[in-house]
Nanobody, 115 residues
Framework: DVQLQASGGGVVQVGGSLRLSCATS????????IGWFRRAPGKEREAVSFIGSESRTYYTNSVKGRFSISSDNAKNTVYLQMNNLKPEDTAVYYC?????????WGQGTQVTVSS
């Protein structure tokens, strides 16, 4: 079975850092782009960052220069390093990949940035 396990969320003060992890299993890691999404209270879900083949990356504008996505093929895990966190980064963060028209989501991890 395909599984994505997100972890690493928590409560941090403005300007702090967190590293999210998305541990995966059940598919050939590296064959698919894996992304991080977030949903803030009262807002729609948005794409935050992706990492694809050949380690190509994407970041939404609001996190550029602060977040960094990476992957460890040996551990089948994708990381999202989040620095200089802001209150507007508060959200539930999910990892996801898509294959053959099916979306696979992790369970979400809460990030709360307190001012």
């Amino acid at each position: 079975d395909v599984q994505l396990q997100a972890s690493g969320g928590g409560v941090v003060q403005v300007g702090g850092s967190l590293r999210l992890s998305c541990a995966t299993s059940g598919f050939t890691f590296g064959d698919y782009a894996i992304g991080w999404f977030r949903r803030a209270p009262g807002k729609e879900r948005e794409a935050v960052s992706f990492i694809g083949s050949e380690s190509r990356t994407y970041y939404t504008n609001s996190v550029k220069g602060r977040f960094s996505i990476s992957s460890d093929n040996a551990k089948n895990t994708v990381y999202l390093q989040m620095n200089n966190l802001k209150p507007e980064d508060t959200a539930v963060y999910y990892c996801k990949f898509s294959a053959r028209g099916i979306d696979y989501w992790g369970q979400g991890t809460q990030v709360t940035v307190s001012s």
